[in-house]
Structures are given as C-alpha cells and as structure tokens.
C-alpha cells in the first residue's frame, strides 16, 4: 500500500472517530454512544445501532440578549435538540431564566423586573410539523405559575388546557380550548371554556365558578386506561 493511499486511509478512521466525538459507552444490545463538547459548551451526544446513526442529543448553551425589543429582557439557560433519525421526530426543549429588565403585565398580572423561569417542549416530524402534545411553564417567583399543555392532530391544534395558579391570593384558572374536537356522536365543537377557582373574601369559602357569563359551557377532557378520550360537557364538570 503506498503512502499516500495509507494516508487517505488513515484520515478516513480518525475523521470519521473526531466526527463523532469520544466513545463513552455501549449497550447491551450493541448501541454505541459517542459525545463531543464544542469550545461554546454545546454538547452532542450520538448513538449508533448496527453501525447507523440512531439518536442525537444537541445541548446547547443559551444566552441571548434581547433589551432592544419592546420587553427588553437577558435569556440565559440551555436548548436540547433530540433527534430520532429512525422514526424522523425531533423533541426540542427550552428551560430558560428570562431576566426582565422592566415591569410588564400579562395574565392580569404585573410582574416586577427580575428573573422569571420559562420551559417549553414540543415534537416536530421530518416536515417540521408539530406532533403529540407541546409544553409551555411559566414560574415567578411569589407571583405566578402557569402550564400549557396542547395536542396536535396532523400538525394542527386539537386542544389544549392551561392552568393558571395566581400565588399570592391561591386564585386558580383552568382554561380549555377545542378546535374542531368531535364527539362520538360526529358533532364538533369549536370553543373556549373554563373555571376560576378562589377564595370568597366575605365567606372565607372556596368557590367555583365560570370564567363566561351567559352560561357559557365547559368541556373537560382525560384519557382513560384504554387511551380513549372522555369528554363531559355543562357546566362544573372542570376538576
């Protein structure tokens, strides 16, 4: 073999190792996993499974400044990227401390300048088109805590529930959005319901009551052993 093909060879291996970072592992089952660190603090880590890349896990420092926008704020935490190369699905991940530099109302709250934790996750196929079901949390300190959970039907949403918890009073919202959900009968509903849960300042009680005048109805939805969808329509059927 001559020089220059043992060369071209020889770059080939140790290409390919550097590419894939350090072997830190292998599974009883044959799964090799690899890692490599960027000089950014990105790390990557890679499993193989019958010599063909299978998973890739992306972790990536995030810092990011955003005081020329309207809400001027500094986000500093970390984005995972993990990528399912067999089945083509993409789960991405965002846990952040948002820094506001100003005062700001939102959710009919005023939230102080200072440090609020935001997370959100959701899943996106080969198309980039959203998949299951996504995340949104919201954390300030001694003020407000918030999730949203939505599920997504062909890239579309389906529904989804927000609950809202107000820290200081222990005020409680539960929110509902359907978006052509259909019932076993074949009717669709469309809509926007929800209950508010508090505490009543003259009784000292806790009371439920509609967040809707009017009689507006609520729609409460939970999946059974089974994986089936049971659906209670009226009023006071949120827990």
Do not use: C, W
Request: positive net charge; aromatic residues 12%; glycine residues 8%.
């Amino acid at each position: 073999m001559g020089i220059a093909k043992l060369g071209a060879r020889l770059f080939g291996i140790f290409g390919h190792s550097v590419s894939k970072g350090k072997l830190i592992g292998t599974s009883k089952s044959g799964i090799k996993v690899f890692q490599k660190v960027a000089e950014d603090g990105t790390k990557v880590t890679s499993s193989y499974k019958n010599g063909k890349l299978y998973k890739t896990i992306t972790q990536k420092p995030v810092k990011e400044n955003h005081l020329q926008s309207y809400n001027p704020y500094m986000s500093t935490g970390h984005k995972t990227v993990a990528e399912n190369h067999e089945t083509g699905v993409s789960t991405i991940i965002k846990k952040v401390d948002n820094d506001y530099k100003r005062k700001f109302l939102q959710y009919r709250t005023v939230f102080d300048p200072g440090v609020r934790k935001e997370f959100n996750a959701y899943k996106v196929d080969k198309n980039n088109t959203l998949v299951g079901k996504s995340y949104d949390y919201i954390y300030a300190p001694d003020k407000f805590k918030s999730l949203t959970v939505a599920t997504y039907k062909n890239g579309i949403p389906y529904y989804d529930v927000r609950k809202n918890l107000y820290i200081d009073s222990q005020q409680k919202e539960k929110f509902i959005n359907v978006y052509n959900y259909m019932f076993p009968n074949g009717s669709k509903l469309t809509g926007n319901f929800g209950t508010v849960t508090y505490k009543d300042p003259f009784t000292n009680s806790i009371k439920t009551r509609n967040l809707y005048a009017g009689g507006a109805r609520e729609i409460a939805i939970t999946t059974n052993e089974q994986g089936e969808n049971i659906v209670k329509v009226g009023n006071n059927v949120i827990n």
